[in-house]
């Protein structure tokens, strides 16, 4: 085990290997076989599973130690950044779930697109991305995070822009990029401000340059050289990053046009890693982010309002990826809403029970997609269960672990809401029982709309292959239990809790337990389902009273506002329309006409003194005599002046 | 007050600038060449007035002023014969005719 | 005797400006050229005062004949009926040409009176000299003639000769400018 | 080492070009290409092996040379005027990335000229020979002569073989470069006299005039030099309010002389600034830094806002080339060893991501005779491997980690950022650096928005033939990509050759 922890490194090294293979093999035209490029791609993930599970195991063992190797990457001067690995618990619960997922969906990928042309460049992408991941997880120091940060965006650029010739594909890879990048530029003005105001420290403690291990002496240091607006700001530039890369209110809209990339990608990138990635950093980033209650206040807002607002999007979606693209969005939100209120086990619970689970609701999704020949649309599917039941069932499990209704969802939510429970926070905690209520209602709308009633399309349906159902099933197991497994209940037979196992400070020990609250978001779940079934299901549609039609007919500007996403992408757009470019052009316009304007003038107008001057030369002697004349008297003039003086 | 050099050179001073006043603005050629008359002219008797008041020995300047009025002769002829070759192809006087200077 | 040198110097001047004045600005070339002459002749009479009775008597007979004469039958060569036209360039010329003359005047009187301030040293860069007793007999008795001609033919005798062929070539070269080109006589009359 | 020399390696294309121009040479184009090629190739592995045999170490000169004339006498004596060459730590790197980029530029050219072949070919022998003698010379006159001869080739590389207002670009291009040269001549004389008045010699030495600086010279006068220094290289770099030659004369220059424009001559302003202003002028950039960073922030953001505002594809490119120069200014006004670094690493990453996209908007021009956006679209079909070089260097150029941008982004941006050159909340480094810092979204929106524009999305029909790559082009772009991303992964392997002479100059300035 030591032998793994120590080299660490061959998890991220081996995608890149791959990745180099895979690019070189293609240029030069090595190989056409497609599964070398799978072996390639699931051999060095596989490696990286199995070393992640020891290195999982070993630090369960050894739940206190962390082991970071540094290399020296840039050293000028007094800036000296080191790449390195970082093994705590935290990085090897990542490592796990990442390669688990990568794993499971590189799989996948090969049913989804051995038709496709792009197969070899498809899976070079993906390697990319989850070297890139893997880096980004056990980065070292918050320098290394950000240049894998912006290398898994760059990833999830290249492949949502993977049908690069379709232009909705193109221009939502174009924002999901810009987007992203609004948040790294917050993040790297963040970091090169905390490390402007603790330069002093690092230098003379010799540690490593924005090491995470150290953050919290270096972040105080820093509040008290900054001061608390300073430091406010600051932590404010870091939090961007992980609202960009989570896709966080105001910087969520990218995430649901980058359901325009492979379906693969959406669930590995847009629902498991990359967007997790933003919470990830937030609980790295903890020690900063602590120190400045101002921030974490507007990191609990930013995360419950995303919650809230992307729920109700997530209520009118027609769109299959799409609704599950704002549902990731809300649980998103949860998360970021947990670590703000402090609740860090429990935020990262979620996140890692969600990375399952949504990674195979999405694989189910994309499974639909694939047999109804690319059809999205969630009004010409149904009655589904019948022709696919794995995919039907895998998907009913996603559905009830997301609604929290007893499977993994239930667990870690349920750490959310108690938290906020004995917290106090009761507005945040209605916030988030209405969530809960209206995704246990979106998500069984899905279920019905797609797998129950009759079949409402046009599309040939075809059955997807086993390669593509048998990753869905190994999928359901955690999605179902991973929630049970690490709740605490199976402490007698060794699995301790999660929160003892991940936290910050030190282990929350069991609080009072009570059975309100589990109770209660139970039967906000129910209420939920059942909400989903009178409208959707056929079974219930007895009890169907019209009531959807008073809904659509009082509630019409509610509706409008869901289903247009709150108009933030018009906002958005009408900015970009209405402002950055009319900035653009007017400095545009500003350069060409009054800057070059006034150098052409000078120009023009030297060309017009000549041609004044030119006209004393009109071919009349006289001319030239009086302009001799004139110049003698100039001359003289100028001598006599300069005698007098 | 005595009649000094100083008053010669007032006079030739005048009479030099009247002689510049019809170079420039006449437009009769045979004025221009009548314009150059009086310019030497002023110019001889500033050459006399030095040789009277500075150099009676040896009267350099009226030596030059003798050269000058040679020359003025000799440029008088050569310039009216010149008018004579214009006047012949082109029939004008005027000299803002002869304006083939200008490129 | 200061009296009457002032009497005579000013009455010449006095002729002298006006009748330069006259010989520019009259419209009629006739009435210039009338003018002109009188303009030479009073330039002679300030010679006499200056004690150069030779240069006086050359202004007659070069200027106030030969010149005049030369000028008045290059003008019954080419006078047109339209002369009369031709007084003045067009007006921002002439009031440039009144302005640079003025200017001109200012700057040399500005020069000789020596800043305006005393009339009545002289330049500073000359030194009046009195002559010799002897050139001062020798100018009694001869004039100045005797001396120039000393000059001419002693120290100034290579430009002197230098002029003569300077002359020569005018002889030539004005009768052959003057001559009517036989070629261009036989195109004008070809293009007519 | 006694093979080394610098005056082969800088009067070789001279004599070269002489030999292409010759009429005994034949008059062949393929024949012409490829003794020019061939001969730039072997320029490029000596000026490698200068770099190989440099003592990065040793601060002062290196490789000194100084042509004595046959009475064993300077060149110009009596003035102090002599034909001196050296290298240290900032010519070096540049020296080879002036035969590296003449190289590629000579492989680009096959398509992309058509007529006056040799004379071509020895034009732009006459330009290396001037960029290197800039680099290297060790004279300030010599210096100055060769800044003005590589006007006389540019101007007639952009006017004969150029596109579009070719003339009017390659006028307004001399125009302006003699502009501000006039100023740095003012500089040269006034220090030159001020040096003999101090010293009682004439020299140009540009090591005697660097470290004999402590001689009392006028304040007034010493910053009288230093703009007039200045104004040269910022036309030069270019400066924003001095650069709007940039866009014409990239325009309508051909392909390869984009290349060089955009690869080494913008790089001789950020030379010029390290070489005179700061290292000839500790004191007074000291004094000028604010400005450098204010005008390096306005530079940055302002021509990447022009920038989005583009149809035309290579005038894009040019803005782009604008803001990241901007970068190097900011970097210099920091004024510390990390943000000097920066500026040189950023005139590396530059000359070859600029150069990268010149030659790709060569590639696009020659298929589809168009640079409008509104005309292309969806080349990425027919055109994948431009494609995908096209992606690496707008990746490059926007800042991605890993590649060669990205270090030198860094390293600037932590130099201005940690520098105390400005005091005031407003006119803080930190405020401005963080202002510079949104170019970043800008600086990714618009070269996104090129790629998606040309390659993505749907194509039009008449772009059906729109062949590849050519091997020529192919070839020129991978010793592009080479180094972008070697060196994007491993930045000390150029920062170490002229790292302890930017610490030397730092702690000149501390002095």
């Not at chain 1, 890149?16 to 030069?28: D, K, Q």
């Not at chain 4, 290349?259 to 010029?272: F, V």
Request: glycine fraction near 6%.
């Amino acid at each position: 085990m030591e032998f793994f922890i120590n080299n660490v490194w061959i998890i991220p090294a081996l995608p890149l290997w791959s990745f180099l293979l895979i690019l070189f093999g293609r240029i030069f035209n090595v190989y056409e076989n497609k599964y070398i490029s799978l072996a390639l791609t699931a051999g060095s993930t596989f490696i990286g599973f199995i070393s992640s599970i020891f290195i999982l195991f070993y630090c369960i063992n050894n739940p206190e130690t962390s082991t970071q190797y540094n290399i020296l990457w840039l050293d000028t001067g007094n800036l000296k950044f080191s790449i390195g690995w970082l093994v705590d618990n935290l990085a090897a619960m990542m490592l796990v779930v990442v390669t688990s997922i990568s794993l499971l969906i590189q799989i996948y990928s090969h049913g989804y697109m051995e038709q496709d042309k792009g197969y070899h460049r498809f899976f070079a992408y993906l390697v990319l991305f989850n070297f890139s991941m893997l880096a980004l997880v056990l980065s070292t120091n918050l320098f290394q995070t950000y240049i894998f940060w912006e290398l898994v965006g760059v990833s999830s650029y290249l492949l949502i822009g993977f049908w690069f010739y379709k232009p909705s594909a193109a221009q939502a890879a174009k924002k999901a990029f810009i987007i992203n990048r609004i948040g790294d530029c917050g993040l790297l003005v963040g970091t090169l401000a905390l490390l402007f105001y603790s330069l002093n420290w690092w230098t003379s403690s010799q540690n490593i340059l924005l090491e995470f291990a150290t953050l919290g002496q270096a972040g105080s240091l820093a509040l008290a050289n900054a001061g608390p607006v300073l430091f406010g700001l600051l932590a404010l530039g870091l939090l961007f990053g992980p609202i960009a890369k989570s896709a966080q209110i105001p910087l969520h809209t990218w995430l649901a046009d980058a359901m325009e990339g492979p379906t693969p990608i959406s669930a590995l990138i847009h629902a498991a890693t990359m967007v997790a990635a933003g919470v990830y950093l937030i609980a790295r980033l903890y020690p900063v982010f602590e120190l400045s209650p101002q921030i974490m206040t507007i990191m609990v807002w930013v995360g419950a309002i995303t919650a809230f607002i992307a729920a109700t999007i997530a209520i009118t979606q027609t769109d299959i990826k799409k609704c599950l693209a704002y549902s990731t969005c809300s649980q998103l939100g949860y998360m970021v809403l947990a670590m703000g209120v402090g609740a860090y086990s429990a935020g990262l619970f979620h996140l890692i029970t969600h990375a399952y689970f949504k990674a195979m609701l999405f694989l189910c999704s994309g499974a639909v997609i694939h047999s109804l020949a690319d059809q999205q649309n969630m009004k010409y599917m149904g009655g589904l269960r019948k022709k696919i039941p794995i995919v039907a069932y895998t998907y009913l499990i996603g559905t009830l672990a997301i609604a929290g209704l007893f499977l993994s969802g239930f667990w870690s939510k349920e750490a959310i809401l108690l938290s906020l429970y004995i917290q106090g926070k009761n507005l945040l905690l209605i916030i988030a029982l209405i969530t809960a209520f209206m995704t246990a209602y979106y998500m069984f709308r899905s279920y019905f709309m797609v797998f129950e009633g009759e079949y409402r399309g046009h599309a040939h349906f075809h059955k997807p292959s086993k390669i593509m159902t048998v990753p869905l099933i190994i999928l359901a197991v955690p999605s179902a239990l991973i929630g049970f497994i690490f709740s605490g209940s199976l402490k007698s037979i060794g699995i301790g809790s999660f929160d003892s196992f991940i936290f910050y400070g030190h282990a929350l020990h069991e609080a009072h337990v009570s059975l309100f609250l589990p109770i209660c978001s139970l039967i906000i779940a129910t209420l939920g389902f059942l909400l989903a079934g009178i409208i959707y299901w056929d079974k219930l549609k007895s009890l169907y009273c019209n009531c959807f039609k008073l809904v659509e007919k009082y509630f019409s500007p509610l509706y409008k506002l869901s289903t247009n996403k709150w108009y933030f992408d018009d906002f958005n757009n009408l900015l970009i329309k209405y402002l950055i470019l009319p900035i653009s052009e007017l400095i545009s316009i500003f350069d060409k006409y009054v800057i070059d304007g006034f150098i052409n003038l000078c120009g023009i107008s030297t060309l017009y003194k000549g041609k004044a001057v030119s006209l004393l030369q009109n071919g009349n002697i006289q001319t030239y005599l009086v302009t001799a004349l004139l110049s003698f008297i100039a001359i003289i003039t100028v001598v006599f002046l300069i005698y007098i003086i | 007050m005595e009649l000094g050099l100083v008053h010669y050179l007032i006079l030739v001073a005048i009479l030099f600038c009247i002689g510049i006043l019809g170079l420039i603005i006449s437009r009769n050629i045979v004025k221009i060449l009548i314009s150059i008359e009086i310019l030497l002219n002023a110019v001889n008797i500033n050459f006399a007035a030095f040789a009277n008041f500075g150099d009676l020995d040896e009267a350099k300047g009226q030596v030059f002023a003798i050269f000058i009025m040679a020359i003025a002769a000799a440029e008088i002829a050569l310039g009216l014969a010149i008018l004579i070759a214009c006047y012949n192809n082109r029939h004008s006087i005027d000299i803002e005719d002869y304006t083939s200077l200008k490129s | 005797m200061e009296v009457l040198q002032f009497l005579f110097f000013g009455m010449f001047a006095l002729v002298i400006v006006i009748s330069a004045l006259g010989a520019i600005f009259c419209r009629n070339i006739i009435h210039s050229i009338v003018s002109l002459v009188i303009t030479f002749l009073s330039v002679s009479g300030i010679f006499i005062l200056l004690n150069a009775d030779f240069l006086a008597i050359s202004q007659i007979i070069i200027y106030a004949v030969g010149i005049t004469i030369l000028l008045v039958f290059s003008l019954m060569f080419t006078t047109t009926k339209d002369d009369n036209k031709l007084w003045l360039a067009f007006a921002p010329r002439t009031i440039l040409a009144f302005v640079v003359a003025g200017t001109l005047f200012i700057l040399l009187m500005f020069n000789i009176t020596n800043k305006f301030t005393d009339f009545n040293i002289n330049p500073k860069s000359f030194i009046t000299k009195a002559p010799k007793e002897s050139t001062i007999e020798l100018l009694k008795k001869q004039g100045t003639t005797p001396i120039i001609g000393k000059q001419l033919l002693t120290k100034y005798v290579l430009p002197f000769e230098i002029l003569s062929i300077l002359l020569l070539g005018v002889i030539i070269g004005a009768a052959v400018i003057a001559k009517k080109d036989t070629n261009e006589k036989n195109r004008a009359s070809e293009s007519a | 080492m006694e093979f080394l020399s610098l005056n082969i390696l800088i009067f070789a294309p001279l004599i070269v070009a002489g030999i292409i121009l010759s009429p005994l040479f034949p008059n062949d184009e393929i024949i012409v290409r490829r003794f020019a090629k061939g001969f730039s190739g072997i320029l490029f592995i000596y000026s490698i092996l200068f770099m190989i045999f440099f003592k990065p170490y040793n601060t002062g000169y290196q490789f000194k040379e100084t042509i004595k004339l046959f009475s064993n006498t300077n060149w110009i004596e009596p003035l102090g005027i002599s034909l001196s060459f050296g290298l240290d730590g900032i010519s070096v790197m540049l020296v080879v990335l002036t035969t590296f980029l003449v190289m590629l530029a000579l492989i680009a050219s096959k398509k992309s000229i058509t007529t006056k072949h040799k004379l071509y070919y020895s034009l732009i022998l006459v330009l290396t020979t001037a960029i290197l003698g800039i680099v290297t010379s060790r004279d300030l006159f010599l210096f100055f002569l060769f800044w003005e001869l590589e006007l006389i080739p540019m101007y007639f590389l952009i006017s004969i073989w150029g596109t579009g207002k070719k003339e009017y670009s390659a006028m307004k291009f001399v125009l302006y470069t003699f502009f501000g040269s006039l100023f740095m001549l003012g500089g040269i004389l006034l220090l030159n006299y001020f040096h003999f008045l101090n010293t009682g010699i004439y020299t140009f030495s540009i090591e005697a005039l660097t470290y004999s600086r402590h001689y009392d010279i006028p304040f007034i006068v010493k910053a009288l030099i230093f703009l007039g220094f200045f104004i040269a290289f910022a036309v030069k770099l270019p400066i924003v309010p001095l650069h709007t030659w940039l866009p014409n004369a990239h325009v309508d220059a051909p392909t390869p002389v984009s290349m060089l424009l955009a690869g080494i001559l913008l790089k001789m302003g950020g030379y010029g600034l390290i070489r005179f202003n700061t290292q000839m002028f500790p004191e007074m950039i000291k004094i000028f830094a604010p400005m450098l960073i204010v005008l390096g922030v306005i530079n940055i953001i302002y021509a990447a806002f022009i920038a989005l505002a583009q149809k035309d594809l290579k005038l894009l490119i040019a803005y782009s080339s604008i803001s990241h120069m901007g970068f190097v200014l900011l970097g210099l006004g920091a004024l510390n060893t990390i943000g000097i670094t920066g500026a040189m690493f950023q005139m590396l990453a530059h000359a070859l991501i600029s150069a990268g996209l010149f030659l790709i908007v060569g590639v696009i021009y020659l298929r589809t005779k168009t640079r409008i956006f509104s005309h292309l679209g969806g080349l990425g079909q027919v055109m994948p491997k431009a494609f995908y070089f096209t992606m690496l260097l707008a990746l490059a150029s926007l800042g991605l980690p890993l590649l060669v941008g990205f270090a030198a982004e860094v390293m600037i941006f932590y130099g201005a950022f940690t520098s105390n050159s400005l005091d005031g909340f407003i006119l803080s480094n930190q405020f401005m650096t963080a202002l510079a810092a949104i170019s970043i979204i800008i600086t990714a929106a618009y070269l996104l928005w090129m790629l998606q524009k040309i390659f993505m999305g749907n194509m039009f029909e008449k772009w059906q033939k729109a062949y590849d790559l050519t091997p020529q082009e192919a070839i020129a772009l991978t010793f592009l990509s080479i180094p972008i991303v070697l060196f994007g992964l491993y930045p000390e392997g150029v920062t170490s050759l002229f790292l302890p002479f930017v610490d030397n100059l730092v702690s000149n300035l501390a002095l």
